[in-house]
């Protein structure tokens, strides 16, 4: 397979897993400005998405669409990473996965938005202006959570440590990103991801989460038991109606 | 406070805006904050129909259109409680009535949303009638309602269109697709006539809204207009509407249709629909989970406050 597609794939999956997670907030958050406020960022995280994918299919010239890499690829095809695929636990584990997602993403997205590949560096240069938004809109509320009762800070100490072993795959470098001129090493953004992410969280009053077991596989397609039912939920209208438009 | 009185009349006698400060009946006040509480709980309320196909829906074009639509709605809910919320009430006393069953919503989010296509008849028939209901509230008496009704119309017309774009892909699409239209229009056909509350002959709040300007029309008169509407347009789509008794009347320019099952109405609007418990619920539990949320919010704000009294001394 073409090392650009695979890479793009790799982008699009996250933020479509990622939207799709977000998007179970809407209507069932704490408050109405944050069903607002979750709703945006999963609209970011479905745009970025369908740019991704859209050009994913254009790299592969295989004349497949956005939605055809979304809705009949299975689940071993789908390269995204673990920690975007978890199920959605309290609101703090929601605003845990935001910051070590997003802070991530907008390293990520700051570096690609000066490659070489212009489709890619375009895609990333607005994203980056979206994502800078979840990162602020998640630290506001790990401050909040973690330095607001003793109640916040339990659940905040326990969505943070829930996730942490699911950090670490996101700085895998693996050679196909070695290879590809374009794509961005992630493990050339871990240091200032882990400086930035201890910030919020010493800030916090949180203790940092400590080194455990890391879990691995999303990028080669290997996932958690979730995402099989995340994707027979997203997939399922379209499958029943096969060739259909909507 | 004669005084104040008179200026009130006089106000709506002109046809013109009262506003928070202005001196206004008591009866006028409890009238809008219950129905401005009653249309921003249905906002939120009506957001869970259609969030129940956000993780299903068929395309990622369709499914970001459908985020952005119930974001929206929960976006009108915001400014319509901040609407009431200038006649002196809170909006956390107006959620509590919601949920301990003490203020409404409209009945027409207590049927379940089973198909696809009821994505698409809600946006058409759904968010028709309410722009048919809401339009004439743009020219409402009360200031802050009026003017939060100019934004909310106009999201709920591009809503509309959407409803009908979906209907019409359907309806030109696999004969299961044309079906799954057409099932749902049997099944919202009805309820959406009901929007407009019962008929003029039995309507209990009419005639004093009228005379406040904050009603401008009948419920009749507004189902009629929303039934001369929308027939043309299932015929557009190719769908049947469900009414055996419809036909136009040449003479008054107007379609004769069977009015609804007003019995129904009353019962849902006494909790007993097929989701009206579903729904409670739901706002009820988001409504607990998040307790601990915005205490934690408080708590936080008071000590950033006090850190900086203290950096102050």
Known sequence: MNDLFVYTLRLGDDALIAAQRTAEWIAAAPQLEEDV????????????????????????????????????????????????ELPNGDFAHAMARLLYFATYQHLLYEELRGCADEMLAGVAGKAVKEVAYHVD??????????DGTEESHRRMQAGLDALW??????????????????????????????????????????????????????RTGRHTEHLGYLLAELQHVARSHPGATW | MLAGMDSFQATIDADGRIEPRDAMPEGYRKTLIRQIAQHAHSEIIGMQPEGNWISRAPSLR??????????????????????AETLGVDRADLLDLLHSGRQKYSSIFNYPTLTWADIGAIGWLVDGAAIVNQVPLCRCSYGP?????????????????????????????????????????????????????PPDSASTHSEQSMAWGIKRHSNDELR?????????????????????????????????????????LYDVVKGNGPCN??????????????????????AYAGKQASRREGSAA
């Open chain 2, 277 to 298: 418990q579903q729904r409670l619920a739901h706002r009820v539990k988001a409504h607990e989970d998040g307790a601990w949320v915005r205490e934690a919010a408080a």
């Open chain 1, 137 to 146: 809109h998640a630290t506001q509320w790990v401050l909040r959570l973690g």
């Open chain 1, 37 to 84: 406020a979750l709703g945006n960022i999963g609209l970011d995280q479905l745009g970025q998405a369908r740019s991704l994918l859209q050009y994913a299919g254009q790299v592969e010239g295989a004349d497949r669409s956005e939605d055809d890499l979304a809705y009949f690829r299975d689940e071993r095809d789908f390269l995204n990473l673990q920690l975007c």
């Open chain 1, 165 to 218: 072993p699911y950090t670490a795959e996101m700085f895998e470098s693996d050679d196909l990103v070695r290879r590809l001129a374009v794509a961005v090493d992630p493990s050339t953004l871990q240091a200032e991801w882990e400086r930035r992410v201890m910030a919020v969280i010493d800030e916090s009053t949180c203790s940092r989460p400590v080194a455990s077991y890391q879990h691995s596989g999303g």
């Open chain 2, 145 to 197: 309602y009026a003017r939060a009704m100019v934004r909310v119309c106009k999201e709920e017309s591009f809503h509309q269109r959407q409803g009908f774009e979906i209907l019409h892909t359907l309806c030109n699409g696999t004969p299961a697709q044309k079906a799954m239209a057409q099932d749902a229009l049997d099944r919202w056909w009805w309820p959406s006539l009901m929007m407009f509350g």
């Open chain 2, 224 to 264: 009629q207009r929303f039934v001369d509407m929308t027939v043309p347009q299932a015929d557009v789509l190719g769908l049947k509407v469900p009414d055996e008794g419809l036909s136009y009347d040449e003479e008054t320019g107007h379609y004769r249709f069977t009015e609804p099952d007003y019995t129904e």
């Open chain 2, 62 to 83: 369709r499914k970001a259109i459908l985020m952005a639509k119930v974001q929206d709605e929960a976006g009108h809910g915001l400014y319509l409680y901040a609407a």
